[in-house]
């Protein structure tokens, strides 16, 4: 249940992506496969539950959003398109692959 089955996530969050399955769990919450509604896109929705960090986790994560935001837009790393804190005490970061760019004829 909760942030296991993404029933929890916030209204605004399920009106706009169509949540499946996880695709892993971390020391924070986990990852789960989504799909935007209007253009199909695949994305990772990143799902933490802020109640369970503790003091030196609030820093790993404000790292790791750091790093996001510093290679966002970079053709090697995933994009970074939202990050939203929810009243129900969840983090939740939405990432997009970036897409592979066809090699050009030689």
Known sequence: ???????????????????HETLGYGGFGKVKLA?????NEKVAIKIID????????VKRVERELNAFKLVNGH??????YQVRCAASSMG?????????????KE
């Open 75 to 80: 053709p090697c790393f995933p994009r970074l």
């Open 1 to 19: 249940r909760g942030i296991a089955s993404g029933q929890d996530l916030p209204a605004a969050l399920l009106a706009h992506y169509e949540i």
């Open 50 to 57: 802020l109640d369970a960090l503790r003091p030196g986790d």
């Open 35 to 39: 799909v935007h509604r209007l253009s």
């Open 92 to 104: 939740i970061f939405v990432i997009r692959k970036k897409k592979k760019r066809k090699k050009e």
